[in-house]
């Protein structure tokens, strides 16, 4: 599913666009490819653009999700917390704020939430989704 996404280049850094608003790209991903029975995403906003082109400069964390082939998933939504102490794999913990500015934004996060669940069904090769469901 992965290879679905259009692939861009913010800053350097290779993303899958998750979410486009017209011809803006709005919400971009990192994620696993080719996984069995988990998935670790990282989504992040767009949150400014290259002077007047449609072509992103600046991304923000979102939130970072686990989930497994059960569909049971770990979110956390924020930026990391810079001088926390960082998990096992080297990350670090969220701030866990997430500000939702009117109906508008609400739906957003809602697509999003579910372009991740139907990612990460995609993606997965053993999920269940009988049991996801």
Known sequence: MMNNLDTITIQNEEYRVLIRDGDYVSVV???????????????????SWEGDTDQPYEVEGYLKAYI??????????????????PHTDGSRPRDGYLHLCGKRYWQKHSEIMLKLYELAENTITRFDPEVAD
């Open 29 to 47: 991903i990192k994620a696993d490819e080719d996984v069995e029975f988990s998935m670790t995403c990282e989504v992040f906003d767009v949150i």
């Open 68 to 85: 497994k082939w059960d569909g049971c998933s770990h979110v956390w939504f924020g930026e990391e917390v810079g001088d926390a102490e």
